[in-house]
């Protein structure tokens, strides 16, 4: 199920398109290799969020090989740190090269394995979570994340709309969970949330200091 009509899809595709040497690079090798990435469109958005914010310490869950994990980067103040997790060693070795080769080696710290685990080993707080890790895997990312955040912080999320099967009526297990990562955070009160329908539908939910009143 398309979420855009063809026309309107490569608009915006076309939109996203940036100059940085190294996303170009990496864009790239994700389109040869037939790997997911979240592409130029969200990416900005990742940078806007990320600036205006003014967040400092970012941690990502499923950085494959660090696409996304570099848009943070950019956006970062000098200092600030964004954590790279992912269970293929290859990837991590890959995203370690396009730091460096990008000379922002300094504002990564790299985690190869769970990335839930990781996240529960690493001592925060954080200013923003990234979720994008395997589907299944979303309802136990909202519940280490939501115990996590705190007032001001921000949990970003990707693939919440899965190519539009998550409006099908009967849904698979995969699909499932994105719907039930959703309603979680949907009906916490301690965050305000919203769906960004670009790409593959972007989640954005928002710690507040009190439960939301809406």
Known sequence: MAIFQEPVRKYLYG?????????REMQAHGESKNFPIVNGEVGRVLYQLTALSKAKKVFELGSGFGYSTLWFALALPPGGV????D???????LARHYFKKAGLLKKVRFHTGDAIQSLNKTPGPFDIYYCDIDKDGY????RAVAKR??????????NLLWSGRVARPRP??????ILEYTRLFWNDRRFASSMLPIRD??????????????
Request: glycine share 12%; no cysteine; proline share 9%.
């Open 149 to 158: 955040a705190r007032p001001g912080n921000m949990v970003l999320t990707d």
């Open 139 to 142: 309802p136990d990312a909202y």
């Open 201 to 214: 539908g972007g989640g954005f939910h928002l710690r507040l200091q009190s439960p939301r009143k809406f």
């Open 82 to 85: 964004v954590h790279h997790t």
């Open 87 to 93: 269970g293929d060693p290859e990837n991590t070795k």
């Open 15 to 23: 939109l996203g398109q940036v100059r940085h040497p190294i996303l």
């Open 172 to 177: 698979d297990k995969t699909t499932g969970a």
